[in-house]
């Protein structure tokens, strides 16, 4: 059924006020807080009709009502209105990607505290391995006797590193030439495809197989990992909203947030752009806690993914602000990684 506007309207502003206040909504408020010009009498109808149609429920006859997760599924999709960053709040945004977008680390971990700070939730994020992601810079770099550090810098202009077997033997002007050689071989390839020239390039390597053997093997446990790079922030602050109250929804909360694999599932997203996804409640499988919604954005630069972030917490949550957060996160980050090229 298509509600009418005056539904519409008086739903957005139940789902607002909850939202807002934490307390059920009485048709009194609506009329004295937001339509004045309308009768207590004929908002206490409409509430009672979207009661019957699933969008509110009442816990008590005498109480006004809550949104139901159908409600809050129809107010995120068509009701919610945008709201807008301050400068603060961009300003904050900014200083936390300043001088670090050369670190995927560092980039991931300060994304995710910001996104926390700003909204008051339960931040998480991992960073995207795609074998798609094409190698601009690659270079070694003795650092024992035995033991070099590869730098790989990829088309997004953020650099993984890792350290590699050498042998003992091998000369500083060998290690240059091993590490000529790789660039030349690997510098404007995807992972993907180097991986799959594996063994025809390698005949290239001669003296060199074990450098080659493990920088191989670099590349693949890049393109391997992915549960592993889960960064949390704020688990605590669900406590801070009164849902939470319950022991057993914070049992059944933090089961899901301490476990890497179910939140790396939760994150899953195959789009390449900054585009919001919502999760209420326990639509999308098991690993999610039924009274807790996930928002997430997949940000990336030039085509390239860095990531998925995301803000998990109550069915109550501030839609409207975790929203504008993340699609700010998200054009500062990728305005910033553009700059750097």
């Given at each position: 059924m298509k509600l009418s506007d005056r539904k519409r309207k008086i739903l957005q502003l139940v789902v607002d006020d909850y939202i807002s206040t934490a307390q059920p909504v009485s048709s009194k408020s609506i009329t004295e807080k937001h339509m004045p010009n309308v009768?207590?009498?004929?908002?206490?109808?409409?509430?009672?009709?979207?009661?019957?149609?699933?969008?509110?429920?009442?816990l008590h006859t005498s109480s006004g009502r809550v949104p139901s997760v159908e409600a809050y599924k129809l107010y995120v999709s068509e009701l919610m209105d945008k709201s807008k960053l301050t400068a603060k709040e961009v300003g904050a945004i900014r200083d936390a990607f300043e001088g670090h977008a050369d670190n995927l680390e560092t980039v991931v971990q300060n994304a995710v505290k910001v996104i926390s700070d700003l909204t008051d939730y339960t931040s998480v994020g991992y960073t995207a391995h795609s074998d798609k992601n094409k190698i601009i810079k690659i270079d070694l770099f003795r650092y024992k006797p035995t033991q070099a550090l590869l730098?790989?810098?990829?088309?997004?202009?953020?650099?993984?590193?890792?350290?590699?077997?050498?042998?003992?033997?091998m000369t500083d002007a060998q290690l240059i030439e091993a590490s000529e050689l790789i660039a030349r071989l690997?510098?404007?390839?995807?992972?993907?495809?180097?991986?799959?020239?594996?063994?025809?390039?390698?005949?290239?390597?001669?003296?060199?197989?074990?450098?080659?053997?493990?920088?191989?093997?670099?590349?693949?446990?890049?393109?391997?990992?992915?549960?592993s790079n889960v960064i949390l922030e704020g688990e605590g602050k669900i406590l801070n909203h009164p849902e939470y109250n319950d022991s057993e929804k914070v049992k059944n909360f933090l089961s899901v947030v301490t476990s890497k694999n179910k939140l790396a599932g939760l994150l899953a997203d195959n789009t390449d752009n900054i585009e919001i996804n919502i999760k209420i409640g326990g639509e999308e499988g098991k690993d999610m806690p039924e009274d807790c919604s996930l928002v997430t954005a997949t940000y990336s630069a030039s085509g390239v993914k860095i990531g998925t972030y995301g803000v998990i917490?109550?069915?109550?949550?501030?839609?409207?602000?975790?929203?504008?957060?993340?699609?700010?996160?998200?054009?500062?980050?990728?305005?910033?990684?553009?700059?750097?090229?």
């Open positions: 009768s207590s009498a004929t908002v206490r109808s409409e509430l009672a009709q979207l009661e019957e149609l699933g969008y509110l429920s009442q730098l790989i810098v990829t088309e997004n202009t953020l650099i993984r590193d890792r350290f590699i077997s050498i042998p003992e033997v690997f510098v404007g390839k995807e992972f993907g495809e180097i991986i799959g020239l594996g063994d025809v390039i390698k005949e290239e390597f001669q003296g060199y197989r074990e450098i080659f053997d493990s920088v191989m093997s670099a590349i693949e446990d890049y393109i391997a990992k992915s549960g917490g109550p069915l109550r949550m501030d839609y409207q602000k975790v929203v504008s957060v993340l699609e700010g996160v998200g054009k500062i980050l990728e305005d910033m990684l553009k700059d750097k090229k």
